[in-house]
């Protein structure tokens, strides 16, 4: 439960960090492989991404839309070609300095959280 509560917390933290950026943490992570490996088909971004080619395509169309990611297929139906715009390479290292301060602050709070599950495990249940 509290690898939960943790995981609900971050994800919300991180969600907020990314929205005034035009990402979400989906988006955020495909710009991330996309930088790493510019020129990635579809095929593999899902598969690092862990989720449909379908799903990825639908992503990665937004991300086109929005001037961060350029996708050099000449041919309808050939291999992608994506690659990272310098709006997109802008919106990544902004997020990557959200996500310091991010992981700082919440760093910070860790001790304070973890007594605070710690002393949410050791309650009776029922109140017994």
Do not use: C, N
Not at 70 to 90: E, F, N, V
Request: glycine share 8%.
């Amino acid at each position: 439960m509290a690898l939960l509560t943790v995981s609900s917390v971050w994800d919300s933290h991180l969600g907020a960090a990314l929205k005034p950026l035009g990402l979400t943490t989906r988006k955020y992570g495909l710009l991330a492989h996309i930088r790493a490996t510019p020129d990635i088909s579809f095929s593999e971004l899902a598969r690092r991404s862990q989720i449909t080619v379908q799903t990825a395509h639908t992503a990665v169309h937004a991300l086109v839309d929005d001037g961060m990611v350029a996708d050099g297929t000449a041919i309808p139906g050939a291999p992608s070609h994506l690659r990272m715009t310098d709006k997109g390479a802008k919106a990544l290292a902004d997020a990557d300095a959200r996500l310091a301060e991010l992981d700082a602050g919440l760093s910070a709070q860790a001790p304070a959280f973890a007594a605070a599950l710690k002393g949410m495990h050791e309650e009776p249940v029922g109140g017994q």
